[in-house]
């Protein structure tokens, strides 16, 4: 692998970053090793990581898919022969990115700032009646001035408690898949510049030194640690859970910043970035890649798990539970309750087999 491209791109990636707002700093990331190291790296494309995988008779649902990384992403899987459900925040717009990849998909609306329509784009994938494979949690919003959306501030609205619930509408329908990924597209911002205490459980409105990077990276860690959480839960199931960190990419997703910071952010992608190929090789490894099939509750960067040196509270199970908490009550009934899987128990039951 090319470890001097990919350090610098780790360390300009950070610069970029910083002109957003959202930090800097070497991001001490470690290969970790209770997960193989695979042969691909930051230059790997989507289509190179999936390149000998079908996905022929497995149903993926991409949200997020009218452009950026979603959209590759779903390109790719649907051209390894998924059928791909692609998220938009309005059906024309999701139908159009549909209509422009080959393969089999179908476009569904989905606006995460509203209850109503997550819930509603979740019946009309239940309603396929198949098992879901892979489900990857991407839509994502940065930028605006400090909102407020159903009681909490938007990023974390958007980016994490529409997908929180989400999932939980759709979950049970990965119990029948042979083996079922939720994949979350978090960020690097997750760790770098999030608060110090972490999730700040009491200005979850954000109106407390409101900035976009701080909400921005609030919401990242949000991701992380509803993926780590989810995979606790799901231990025992054939189901996993990983989050991970896309790379840096020019994408829309600065949409909404100043003309400055988006200027910037693409002066410095374009020197140092990754293309939007390689930014969905990540989503698509980590949603595909054999050698993962029980790799569960695991942060990705550059298509192999790291681990985070440093203080961040990434692995805060302590966090990411009581996140869980505050998640279920925020949704309250339109959440469907699930039995969850006894891990203990199911650890007992295989004592009597082996
Ligand atoms: N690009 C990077 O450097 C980078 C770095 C780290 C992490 N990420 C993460 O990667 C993911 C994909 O982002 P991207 O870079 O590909 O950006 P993007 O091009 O802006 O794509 C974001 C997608 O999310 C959708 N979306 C935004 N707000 C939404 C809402 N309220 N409800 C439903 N869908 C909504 C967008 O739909 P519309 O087009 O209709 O707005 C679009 O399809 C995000 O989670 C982002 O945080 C990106």
Known sequence: MNGNRRQFIRLSGGVAIATLGTGCGDPLTTHDSSVPESPYHAQSTAEEVTQDIDLSNKLAVVTGC?????????????????YVVGTGRTLE????ACNSVAG???????????????VACA???????????????????????????????????VNHLGHFLFVNRLIDRMFFAWQGRVVIIGSRAAYQSAPSAGIEFGNIDGGRDY???????????????????????????????NALHPGVINTGIVRRESFLVRAAFGALTAVSGKTLE?????????????????????????????????????????MAAKLWT????????YLIRHERPDYEEFQESLKKWL
């Open 66 to 82: 009218t452009s950026g990384i979603g959209f590759e992403t779903m390109r790719v899987l649907a051209k390894r022969g998924a």
């Open 93 to 96: 717009k999701a139908k159009k």
């Open 104 to 118: 089999v998909t179908t476009p569904l609306a989905m606006e995460l700032t509203d209850f109503e329509s997550i």
């Open 123 to 157: 019946d009309a994938i239940r309603r396929i009646k198949a098992p879901i494979d892979i489900i990857i949690c991407n839509a994502g919003m940065r930028g605006g001035d400090h909102e407020v959306v159903n009681g909490v501030e938007k990023h974390f609205q």
């Open 211 to 241: 900035s976009v990077s701080k909400a921005y990276a609030h919401s990242k860690l949000a991701n992380a640690l509803f993926s780590l959480e989810l995979s606790r839960q799901l231990r025992g199931t054939r189901i996993t859970a």
């Open 278 to 318: 390689e930014g969905a090789a990540t989503p698509c490894f980590v949603a595909t890649h054999p050698s993962l099939g029980s790799v569960s509750g695991k942060y990705f960067e550059d298509c192999n798990a790291v681990t985070v040196t440093g203080n961040h509270h990434l692995n805060n199970s302590e």
């Open 326 to 333: 505050l998640s279920e009550s925020l949704l309250g009934d």
